[in-house]
């Protein structure tokens, strides 16, 4: 990550690799041509059992402190980001650390993957 790992940040990780489907990652850039990346993402095996489209997962901060995803041209960028992603496949979650830290987006995420 170009920030500092939170501890947000690193919980998750510890929490996706224990998933039992998909390769996961960190900070995936996912087109080429643009700078475009997720704070983790789980990708389909080859072949793919089960998992067929690839999972982004963005932790969301500064929610309630004017962060970078709650100013205008923040938002817009990540608009654009997302919109381009589920474009080309992607399922795209969004949590805050909150979320993370109280468990209820590795408990979402599970539900996802099941589906």
Do not use: C
Not at 15 to 42: C, M, N, T
Not at 71 to 77: A, D, L, S, V
Request: positive net charge; hydrophobic residues 40%; proline residues 6%.
């Amino acid at each position: 990550m170009k920030r500092k790992p939170t501890h947000a940040d690193l919980l998750l990780w510890e929490q996706l690799k224990e998933l039992p489907l998909g390769v996961k990652e960190k900070e995936w850039q996912f087109e080429s041509g643009r700078k475009f990346r997720f704070d983790f993402a789980i990708l389909p095996q080859s072949p793919p059992i089960l998992l067929t489209r690839p999972v982004a997962i963005e932790i969301e901060g500064g929610a309630f402190t004017q962060g970078r995803h709650t100013r205008g041209t923040g938002f817009i960028k990540d608009m654009e980001k997302y919109n381009h992603a589920v474009l080309l496949g992607w399922r795209v979650l969004r949590f805050t650390p909150q979320q993370v830290l109280k468990g209820d987006a590795i408990a979402f995420i599970r539900k996802v993957l099941e589906s």
